[in-house]
């Protein structure tokens, strides 16, 4: 059963534009909510995270945004640059934090 | 810091075969969980380790099994090969103290059964 969803599969943006990749989840348990950005041949890089207690957490062009009535977060890349272009994966953990539940992730195309 | 490092990177094995994935963590890291990637379940999480017990389980069978060992490191073992095994199988570590809940990923072991 599939807790975290990532409805887009793809998605394509023109280069200076805004970015944003969006996340769905199901179990009301979840408390932290990170997003990973994968190129092929490596493993998941760490993005930037939020706690359940937050509704926007902000890292330099990455910005993230919980919406948790609406079990929805967002990831909004401002302004997106063609180095952006992978896979990004929204996951979800419940307390205490030991396993992560991963969305299917999107893959971001940023254009020049 | 050296980020995770997983050997072997890619590992083609026989179907009924066994095979151990190892793992070293980021230095200080004392926890390792290890996922599964197959593009029709996309990341599935197997096991956690801290301090050489396992703190969590996911959804698989008894042949997938792990170890930690006293220096962090860890190592995946899957018995009894079958071809729904072949996967990317990465290894994350993280820090108990501050951001706990953050992982970080290593390149992964491409698996392939035969």
């Known amino acids: 059963d599939q807790q975290v969803k990532q409805n887009s599969p793809s998605l394509s943006v023109q280069e200076g534009r805004i970015s944003i990749l969006n996340c769905d989840y199901t179990?009301?348990?979840?408390?932290?909510f990170l997003w990973y950005k994968k190129y092929p041949a490596e493993g998941p890089t760490f993005l930037i995270s939020i706690s359940s207690i937050k509704d926007k957490n902000e890292d330099g062009r990455f910005t993230v945004f919980l919406n948790k009535s609406a079990k929805h977060l967002s990831l909004h890349i401002v302004p997106s640059q063609p180095g952006d272009s992978a896979v990004y994966f929204c996951a979800a953990s419940t307390p205490p934090g030991y396993a992560l539940n991963f969305g299917k992730g999107t893959s971001l195309l940023v254009t020049p | 810091k050296a980020g995770v490092t997983q050997t072997p990177r890619y590992l083609i094995k026989t179907r009924g075969q066994q095979v151990t994935l190892s793992c070293s963590p980021i230095?200080?890291?004392?926890?390792v969980s290890w996922y599964q990637q197959t593009p029709g379940q996309g990341l599935q999480f197997l096991f956690e380790?801290?301090?050489?017990?396992?703190?969590n389980k996911g959804n698989f069978p008894g042949r997938f099994s792990g170890r930690q060992f006293s220096n962090s490191r860890s190592e995946m073992n899957v018995s009894t090969l079958e071809l729904g095994d072949s996967a990317l199988y990465l290894c994350a570590s993280s820090s108990t103290q501050g951001a706990a809940y953050e992982q970080y990923f290593g390149p992964g072991t491409r698996l392939t059964v035969t």
């Open positions: 380790y801290f301090s050489e017990t396992q703190r």
């Open positions: 230095s200080g890291h004392r926890s």
């Open positions: 179990n009301s348990m979840f408390d932290y």
